[in-house]
């Protein structure tokens, strides 16, 4: 039984003439502040816990939801009169999750265990029986959430998040030491390359890409330099749980959010080390002995970039579009969802950055490049955030789209200057 | 018979008194706990942050039956939490550590603070449920 979205209505609509409309931003620029030329419109709202998305070539978008909107875990929209704005919306997908990645004529998308691909048809409207690629990842709660993202020889590279903060014997607690070696590692706290095109394949059937990777929810491919980068969500809670070698400040600012450039049998450390950005080094975790002074992790890589700290980097894309101006080519795009982990002192994030590439390096500081998402000057708790950007994805035109998935809004960033 | 009234009703007011100032030192008191131990995730105002880590506010498992709480607190959690259909995934450290009077302090504020209007856990409360799961 195969479920294709061949709607009358869009036939209808094909044969009618559409008028196509100009996109425009919305009159505050949908509530976000740009840097100047850029505009922004909210394409939908109210789709609850939009985690990652992504567009078709004809601007069609698909976006997984992290819990389901009246029974649906993906929900395909649809721009009829090309006014920028979601006119059709349908639901498919049975579960919540988080990953969501196009190529080709296929559709990805994870829950917490499992990735499913969807086959599209060439106008890619989206059979929705799916067929299950991978299946049985660990979910233990914590950092549950799995993400994807496909190279150019269809690997798909999946994300397996650490179900522990810092592989402590008891975890989050107070002075507890870390286990050695830390046993999470050989099933989490990593990446996994599987094939795109194989059903039901198990770690058995994986390669295990990189390791020391506590939490991972954006990454992307980086085709310049065809390499995946991750962005790793750093340890929390190393005043709470060594007070004696972290007060509550240096527990809000540390440590930094770090970006990975991997490569096959990448190891960036986590649980051992944690990255100090003020220092610039590679600090030993207080649960194997570190007291935020001694260093660390002599076979663990360097980070690309070093963000400050618990800003929770929820979605990574490198720009290849022409829209934007020069500078964006190529650079990287990072949606910060907002920390929780500075409290008392006030939250920091609830924005997407931007850092500037050359050749494959970062040519540049990072810069906040989208902010106001929060809808508030100042954050101290994360429910306070009306929106929190997740996911990114680039439309055919160069639009950048942002996901939120606190209430479910997604905007479409446009350079309008001339 | 009015002289009567008054000294009952001075009695009563000693009484009130009385009852209602150690729950008054304990919220106090159980305040400073909450800072140390649990604001970093469930946050200043209780609210907790959204799909990790519970709110304290308004739900069953605060307002609710007492032993279940002093339990919830002395053993920590690592299930995934579910109110109002949305699950919050990171685990909760046991707060074994802390003394019956330090349990029974921090929950009588947060049972009084956020909203919430619950009635104050004793030291007694705590040390019969820690005897019951020792």
């Not at chain 1, 991972?216 to 969500?233: A, E, I, K, P, Y």
């Amino acid at each position: 039984m195969k479920k294709h979205f061949y709607l009358p209505i869009l036939l209808f609509l094909q044969t009618t003439v559409i008028i196509a409309q100009q996109v425009k931003p919305d009159a505050n620029n949908a509530g976000l502040k740009l840097p100047a030329g850029f505009g922004a419109l909210k394409v939908a709202d109210n789709l609850g816990s939009a985690r990652h998305i992504a567009i078709t070539p004809q601007g069609d978008i698909f976006v997984k939801l992290g819990d389901l909107k009246d029974g649906k875990g993906i929900y395909w929209l649809h721009d009829s009169n090309k006014d920028g704005k979601a006119d059709k919306m349908l639901g498919f997908g049975d579960y919540g999750g988080t990953g969501m990645y196009l190529k080709g004529n296929y559709l990805y998308a994870s829950s917490n265990t499992e990735v499913v691909r969807y086959k599209l048809a060439n106008d890619y409207s989206v059979d929705t029986t799916g067929e299950k690629i991978i299946t049985g990842l660990l979910d233990r709660g914590e950092h549950e959430s799995k993400s994807i993202v496909l190279d150019k020889d269809d690997n798909i590279y999946v994300n397996v998040g650490a179900y522990s903060n810092s592989c402590q014997e008891q975890d989050r607690q107070e002075g507890s030491m870390g286990k050695k070696p830390c046993p999470i590692l050989d099933s989490a706290g990593g990446i996994w390359q599987f094939k795109a095109d194989k059903e039901n394949q198990t770690y058995g059937d994986a390669i295990h890409y990189a390791t020391g990777l506590r939490n991972v929810v954006g990454l992307d491919w980086n085709t310049q330099t065809n390499t995946l980068f991750v962005m790793q969500h750093g340890r929390d809670q190393l005043a709470d749980n060594f007070p004696t070698y972290f007060n509550v400040k240096q527990s809000a600012e540390l440590p930094a959010e770090c970006m990975y450039e991997l490569h096959k049998g990448s190891n960036c450390g986590w649980p051992y080390i944690y990255y100090d950005e003020f220092q610039h080094k590679k600090m030993l975790a207080p649960e194997y002995g570190g007291d935020g002074k001694k260093t660390g992790g002599e076979d663990a890589q360097n980070p690309i970039v070093a963000f400050p700290g618990h800003m929770a980097p929820d979605g990574l894309l490198f720009y290849t579009g022409n829209m934007f101006p020069e500078k964006y080519k190529n650079g990287a795009f990072i949606a910060f969802h907002g920390s929780w982990n500075r409290a008392p002192e006030p939250q920091k994030g609830y924005f997407v950055a931007f850092v500037p590439f050359k050749d494959g390096k970062p040519s540049g500081d990072w810069e906040i490049f989208a902010d106001g998402f929060s809808g508030k000057t100042t954050v101290t708790s994360p429910s306070q955030a009306v929106h929190r950007p997740c996911g990114l994805a680039q439309g055919p035109d160069g639009s950048l789209y942002v996901s939120d998935d606190a209430k479910g809004t997604i905007y479409r960033i446009i350079y309008t200057a001339k | 018979m009015k002289k009567l009234s008054v000294v009952i009703i001075i009695i009563t007011c000693a009484v009130c008194a009385a009852s209602t100032q150690p729950a008054q030192t304990s919220k106090q008191k159980g305040s400073a706990i909450y800072k140390k131990y649990c604001l970093t995730c469930h946050q200043a105002d209780g609210s907790g942050v959204p799909r990790m880590n519970p709110p304290l506010i308004k739900t069953s498992y605060i307002t609710g039956d007492k032993s279940k709480l002093i339990k919830w607190v002395l053993q920590g959690s690592v299930e995934k939490v579910a109110i109002d259909g949305q699950n919050y995934s990171n685990n909760m450290p046991p707060q074994k550590n802390l003394t019956d009077q330090q349990i029974a302090d921090v929950l009588t504020y947060i049972r009084s603070s956020f909203g919430n209007k619950s009635p104050a856990i004793t030291s007694t409360d705590v040390k019969t449920v820690r005897a019951s799961i020792n």
